[in-house]
């Protein structure tokens, strides 16, 4: 009788993917930087999840700028935070624009 394989839990199978790159145009890395640390640190953890293959669970597709362009959100000090990113290219993420 052949030996069954055993499928190796779902936290095993995202370590083993590899991580895209971040490619930042223009001036969307000093746009980042330049936002509140809360803002800067929920934005990288969900760029994160998006360079492991993941979509984290509040990203809105923009399809008004094409195919795989997508919006994360956020809210701070009653301002309105977003940063645009494309992943529809295999190479890397894209952070395309970052703006209050």
Same mark, same amino acid.
Request: proline letters at 9%; charged letters at 30%.
């Given at each position: 009788?052949? =030996? ?5 839990? $779902?936290?095993? !199978?995202? =370590? &083993?993917?590899? $991580? ?7 001036? #969307?890395?000093? %746009?980042?930087?330049?936002?509140? %640390?809360?803002?800067? *640190? #929920?934005?990288?953890?969900? !760029? #994160?999840?998006?360079?492991? *293959? ?12 094409? *195919?795989? @362009?997508?919006?994360? $959100? =956020?809210?701070? %000090?009653? %301002? ?7 992943? &529809? +290219? $295999?190479?890397? @993420?894209?952070? +395309?624009?970052?703006?209050?």
């Amino acid at each position: 009788m052949a =030996e069954k394989t055993k499928k190796p839990p $779902r936290e095993k !199978l995202f =370590e &083993a993917l590899p $991580r895209k790159p971040v490619i930042w145009i223009a001036s #969307s890395k000093d %746009d980042i930087s330049a936002m509140p %640390d809360p803002v800067k *640190g #929920s934005f990288g953890h969900r !760029l #994160s999840e998006v360079q492991e *293959g993941r979509t984290p669970l509040d990203t809105k597709p923009m399809p008004q700028f094409g *195919g795989g @362009v997508f919006e994360l $959100r =956020e809210r701070f %000090d009653g %301002d309105a935070y977003r940063v645009m990113y494309v992943v &529809a +290219l $295999r190479k890397a @993420v894209y952070v +395309l624009h970052a703006f209050i």
